[in-house]
């Protein structure tokens, strides 16, 4: 069914306007101001420091406790911790700085103050001749001149000491913040007068404060904007708020006057007993004015009326009972039952304000995008509730939620191709254990790679099987040369989760290579390179002694490479052939080194995906290469494991 707007209008028209709060941003700079000045012996000067943020926004930290002040000679001058650095008996330049740590990164500025030995001369009380209405202020400022020139606002100094001859005229603050503001109390005349002592001399000055009738500062009609439906009455009221601090209901005064904009719309009393009271003739908007004179001033003000058709008699959240497992969503809706007989979907509407009675056990959004959509939180009931405040009632509908335990939502099986040694590749009779993790609805993650409910499969086990054993479950070994995918399906809550991975098996092969030794130095950005052993086009030579037809190519290099006078163990050495991808697709080797005085060493390559070679995990095995320079052979297998 369509909606006229007048109807949405009922519920759109009570909405309470929710600020969004500003983005924050990083801090910039620390500037403390003013960057220099003079303050004769004995005064005081303040400081302000303030964060500058890279979009440009500035914010006053002088008296958060965020900034640590410090003067360079106390002797001279001091600081405070809110920025008000004092002077004593002593002239000279002195530097303050700022410290202001802010997101873990520090700040810090600078300002120079030169304390003066100027002598004072006169003080002088400004505005001389004045005027306020009672309950209104005007404030006073206290300038004291020395003999160099300068003159310094002493307004809220310390030893400034304001006064009024008439408290029952005027009063006069000597409150920090306030000082040397006045303030109208009944009409009449006033002396102010600023006293001010220094070194054992007391100078002081006056000024005149006429305190004239109370005024209206300010005039209003409320509420500003108003619904009410056809035939239905809303009582506006006029409120004059006088300089004095009263407020005062002018709503029914001879002197003011009521009246509408389109009294088709709405009409306005104007009879005494009434005035101010609307009532709703036909659907739509009118203003509503009022004016006239309180106290000899002429006011005006004026308000809005928007007529509509129905009223909201009740509301009803579907559905009446509902569960969710911990971490997922249930979305409710909410239909306002209309006086005119139309039942209206109003689940996301401003007006409406959706709660849960525990949200430790569900959450219910108030967001524009999922309005209405519980989550749960933790295992146990709760009441949704959604309310809404219409023409003077507050009206509310609730449902039922019940929070069930989280339930398995994806499974997860682990290694899975990758550029690492942990890639699920082996050579043929190798094992590879497998890893299955399941993420909850909570968002936990639980591993299940060994759980009963959990069952492991091969895609062709002629090339690699898989264990479904208790003691070994997810370890697969490679049986033929090939491709396989190894599947993990757990079974729970009446539905299966399964996720695959595909497992290479490569052949099992022993290469041996014998390498005829020379050394290669290079320069390489002013550092000195020097390899060992054999490097294709540079140095030494090889022979396959066995295993060519597991070779994607020819031998690339078997040396130590290093830098010039560096240790055995800051060297590496390197394997590999000319195609940059593993020999046979075999990610680690034992390898044996034979030398020719009939030993052995042994060690392990592995391969590195970033390099695009084998790096020996373990140097010293080499050691005779390093420090003999012997030819080798050097024998690859991965045909046993280890």
Known sequence: ??????????????????????????????????????????????????????????????????????????????????????????????????????????????????????????????????????GLTKPYTATVFFSNGQAIDITNDRSTQWSSSDTD?????????????????????STITASFEFNGNVLSDTAT?????????????????????????????????????????????????????????????????????????DVGSANVSVSGLVNGQFVYG????????????????????????????????????????????????????????NSDIASISNSNSDKGTATGVSIGNVTITAFVEANGREIKSSATLNVTPAIAMSLNV???????????QIP?????????????SDGSIIDVSKASNLYWSSEDPNIATVSNNAEDKGLSTGVAVGEVLITAKLLANDTALEDSVTLTITPPHTLSVSVFTEKYTNVVHGTTIYYLGYFRSLMGRYTTLSGDEYLDSPMHSAYIGGTEGRTMEESNFIFGQTSDTPISG???????????????SKGILEWQFDKKHYILTNIEPVKNLFDNHWDFTVTVSNEEKF
């Open 414 to 424: 682990s290694p899975k191709p990758q550029q690492s040694l942990d890639t699920p």
């Open 428 to 440: 043929t009779g190798w094992d590879k254990q497998f890893k299955a993790e399941v993420t909850m």
């Open 302 to 357: 004026t308000a809005k009326i928007k007529v509509t058709e129905a009223v909201v008699e009740s509301l009803e959240v579907t559905p009446e009972t509902e569960s969710v497992p911990v971490g997922l969503t249930k979305s409710f809706k909410v239909f306002a039952n209309m006086s005119d007989g139309q039942k209206i979907d109003v689940t996301n509407d401003k007006a409406i304000s959706w709660s849960s009675s």
């Open 209 to 281: 404060l006429n305190v004239t009738e109370a005024i209206v500062t300010d005039f209003s009609v409320t509420p500003t904007k108003q619904s009410v439906p056809v035939g239905l009455n809303k009582q506006f009221s006029a409120i004059a708020q006088l300089s004095d601090g009263k407020a005062v209901d002018v709503t029914g005064y001879d002197s003011i006057n009521w009246s509408s904009s389109n009294e088709d719309i709405a009409e306005v009393s104007n009879d005494q007993g009434s005035k101010g009271l609307a009532t709703g003739i």
């Open 169 to 189: 005229v005027a009063t006069i603050s000597n409150t920090n913040g306030s000082k040397g503001v006045a303030t109208g109390k009944s009409v009449g005349s």
């Open 586 to 600: 075999a990610l680690k080797y034992k390898a044996t080194f034979d030398w020719p005085d009939g030993t052995s």
């Open 1 to 134: 069914m369509k909606v006229r707007p007048s109807i949405r209008a009922i519920l759109v028209s009570l909405v309470a306007l929710i600020g969004l709060s500003g983005c924050n941003h990083k801090v910039q700079e620390l500037v403390v101001t003013p960057k220099q000045s003079t303050v004769p012996i004995g005064f005081q000067q303040q400081l302000k420091a303030e964060k500058v943020y890279k979009k440009g926004k500035v914010i006053d930290a002088t008296r958060t406790g965020e900034v640590k002040w410090s003067s360079s000679d106390e002797s001279i001058a001091t600081v405070d911790a809110k920025g008000l650095v004092s002077t004593y008996d002593k002239a000279g330049i002195v530097e303050i700085t700022a410290v202001g740590n802010f997101k873990k990164r520090e700040f810090t500025d600078t300002v120079t103050l030169e304390v003066t030995g100027a002598v004072l001369t006169s003080l002088t009380v400004t505005p001389k001749d004045e005027s306020t209405p009672v």
